[in-house]
């Protein structure tokens, strides 16, 4: 079993949709967790950071982590086709980056 | 800044030849990150330095992998003899302590094809 699991997708949504993205992961330990975007081509990019458990929302999107249940979602509202990338949940047990382990990414298409 | 620099940006190679993928960080990030990224294996974290120095080298698969960094603007990753099975994308990254969670920059990758 991976540490972290995340469904590959495609996910096919029309513009406009609210968009959930979930990730679950066995090691108890993880504290910190974040949600890259990475378009074609490109490489990761930052969007969401969360310590511990609890939501923060920025804009369109949300971040949700359930520590109990090991279990993170991003959810974007008001879904673009700029937001057409993949999305790949990470988490780490010390502060920040260091170690962190990455979900294998959920590829996103937004149709106009 | 320009962003974590890679070059190059595609490499293709023959079974058996050396590859060397390059890296220039953010100036004054002193954590520096090689990752690989497969469509089987998604992103692994290959090995990391902090202020030069190799701080975690557990994720380097072989020891064909070795990584290097002799000063706090340049690394390097050298794969030697490649095989076909190191084909993937190469990402450098770097953050610095401090930062809201040590966020890391990613360069734009390395694609490498190894025939």
């Known amino acids: 079993q991976k540490e972290v699991e995340q469904d590959p997708g495609p996910l096919s949504v029309p513009e406009g949709a609210i968009v959930s993205l979930n990730c679950t992961y066995s090691?108890?330990?993880?504290?910190?967790f974040m949600w890259y975007r990475q378009y074609s081509r490109k490489g990761p990019e930052l969007l969401m950071y969360?310590?511990?458990?609890g939501n923060k929302e920025d804009g369109r999107f949300t971040a949700q982590v359930d520590k109990s249940s090991k279990y993170i979602s991003l959810f974007i509202r008001d879904s673009q086709p700029s937001d057409s990338a993949t999305y790949l949940c990470?988490?780490?047990?010390?502060?920040?980056?260091?170690?962190?382990?990455f979900g294998a990414g959920t590829r996103l298409f937004v149709k106009a | 800044d320009a962003g974590v620099i890679q070059s190059p940006r595609h490499e293709v190679t023959e079974m058996g030849q050396e590859v060397t993928l390059r890296c220039k960080p953010i100036?004054?990030?002193?954590?520096l990150f090689w990752y690989r990224q497969t469509m089987m294996r998604g992103l692994e974290l290959l090995i990391y330095?902090?202020?030069?120095?190799?701080?975690?080298d557990s994720g380097m698969p072989e020891d064909r992998f070795s990584a290097k960094m002799p000063n706090a603007s340049f690394s390097t990753l050298k794969i030697q003899p490649s095989e076909p099975r190191d084909s993937a994308v190469y990402f450098c990254?770097?953050?610095?302590?401090?930062?809201?969670?040590?966020?890391?920059?990613f360069g734009p990758g390395t694609r490498l094809l190894v025939l």
């Open positions: 090691n108890s330990a993880f504290q910190y």
């Open positions: 990470a988490m780490s047990e010390e502060t920040g980056g260091f170690k962190t382990i």
């Open positions: 330095f902090n202020n030069n120095v190799p701080i975690d």
């Open positions: 990254a770097s953050t610095a302590r401090g930062l809201l969670g040590e966020t890391q920059y």
């Open positions: 969360t310590y511990s458990s």
């Open positions: 100036s004054g990030h002193d954590y």
